[in-house]
């Protein structure tokens, strides 16, 4: 969709925006215009949830950002001019929401990002989330009128940004009263400072709860749950995916290659790469747990769907989740160009049902009471339901 007006090469940036090419020379246009262009018409919006949000299959994020402590660096340590990379290619992809949270690389994360897109805030979305412990003062955590209050301005203050798009609990509080939160929530998208909210990591019932209190009061209300899950991952499919088809709340899905496990590079009776983020004890503990047979038994499906399709690893994990119900965006990782590339690569065509089949089965793990027993009453409770 190259046009011309005016000798002024045009190009498609966006889901709904034009763009003077300015300043790419003729041969830049040529060499890296249909390559943009192909991601570009390919990527998909998804509406979010009970919202009229549009957000792509597919968003970045910016864990790998900073590098700011050990665990943070075993993801990655990517600087501005890196970011702003990367942000590029995600841009020209369509790729255009970017997901942090407050206490990655301690902040600094945020910190990078809003530095990256200065100029270009208005072909994006932020969505940053906050909960977790962010100082040594007693009030420094949770989501109390307190906390979130600072939380919110700390956010918009390290993002050089004026609103942020989706911003989400980043884990359920117990303490605080959720009348207390739901409020402080709406209260900031009445001024302006948040566009949607939503949570993460919530239970069912925490979900379930907070959605009937918004409902109750007149509330903004949960139109998003960022959600672990992956094909070595499928718990959230046992509670929380029939909540979220019910009561229409988009999924945003973190690490959907199985904290990594799905890159491709972990093998039966093969080493670890020396640069794989599972080296690290620290991220294989405070990751989700995972036998290591699963995760070959898994692989070995997808090899053979690879062989089939011509497709990567990633490719086909990411792919098989986009075509999962509830699923909105799958927010993906990379320290590197390539890596981004590779993950792009898993829009624009679709796996067969025979492929889905193979997978799902591969997959498969009994699951817990009372789910096991809901399932044998498959004439009244099909899934995902």
Not at 21 to 49: C, F, H, I, K, N
Not at 56 to 73: D, H, K, N, Q, V
Not at 89 to 105: N, R
Not at 353 to 374: F, G, M, N
Request: aromatic content about 8%; overall charge positive; charged content about 25%.
């Amino acid at each position: 969709m190259n046009r011309r007006r005016g000798g002024l090469a045009l190009r498609w940036e966006g889901p709904a925006r034009l763009l003077r090419d300015r300043d790419a020379t003729p041969a830049q246009r040529r060499l890296s215009r249909p390559v943009a262009m192909s991601w570009l018409m390919t990527m998909e919006y998804r509406v979010l949830g009970k919202s009229g949000l549009k957000v792509p299959a597919l968003s970045l994020g910016t864990g790998t950002f900073g590098g700011g402590s050990e665990f943070f660096r075993a993801w990655g340590a990517s600087d501005v001019k890196d970011a702003s990379r990367l942000i590029d290619v995600c841009l020209d992809a369509g790729v255009t929401m970017f997901d942090s949270a407050d206490i990655y690389s301690g902040g600094l994360s945020e910190e990078i990002l809003g530095q990256a897109i200065k100029g270009r805030r208005e072909r994006l979305l932020i969505s940053t989330k906050a909960t977790f412990r962010s100082g040594t003062g007693a009030n420094d955590v949770g989501s109390s009128r307190y906390h979130l209050l600072d939380a919110v301005d700390g956010c918009l203050r390290r993002l050089g940004t004026d609103r942020i798009d989706l911003f989400q609990l980043h884990g359920f509080d117990a303490i605080t009263p959720l009348e207390e939160t739901l409020g402080t929530l709406d209260d900031l998208v009445r001024a302006g400072k948040l566009r949607y909210i939503g949570c993460s990591n919530f239970s069912g019932w925490h979900l379930m709860k907070s959605l009937s209190i918004a409902e109750r009061h007149g509330l903004a209300r949960y139109v998003a749950h960022q959600a672990y899950y992956s094909l070595v991952g499928r718990d959230y499919e046992n509670e929380l995916m029939p909540l979220a088809l019910s009561e229409n709340v988009g999924t945003v899905v973190w690490s959907p290659l199985g904290w990594s496990r799905l890159s491709g590079k972990v093998r039966r009776g093969a080493p670890l790469p020396t640069t794989s983020r599972l080296r690290s004890d620290l991220v294989v503990q405070m990751g989700p747990p995972i036998e290591d047979e699963y995760v070959y038994s898994v692989v070995d499906a997808l090899d053979e769907v690879a062989a089939e399709t011509g497709k990567t690893i990633p490719q086909i994990a990411l792919n098989w989740l986009l075509s999962r119900p509830t699923v909105a965006t799958l927010i993906i990782g990379a320290r590197t160009e390539a890596q981004l590339r590779d993950n792009l690569g898993a829009i624009g065509w679709a796996l067969t049902t025979e492929q889905i089949a193979k997978l799902d089965k591969a997959s498969h793990r009994p699951r817990p009471y009372p789910y096991w027993h809901q399932e044998a009453f498959k004439e009244r409770n099909p899934f995902p339901v």
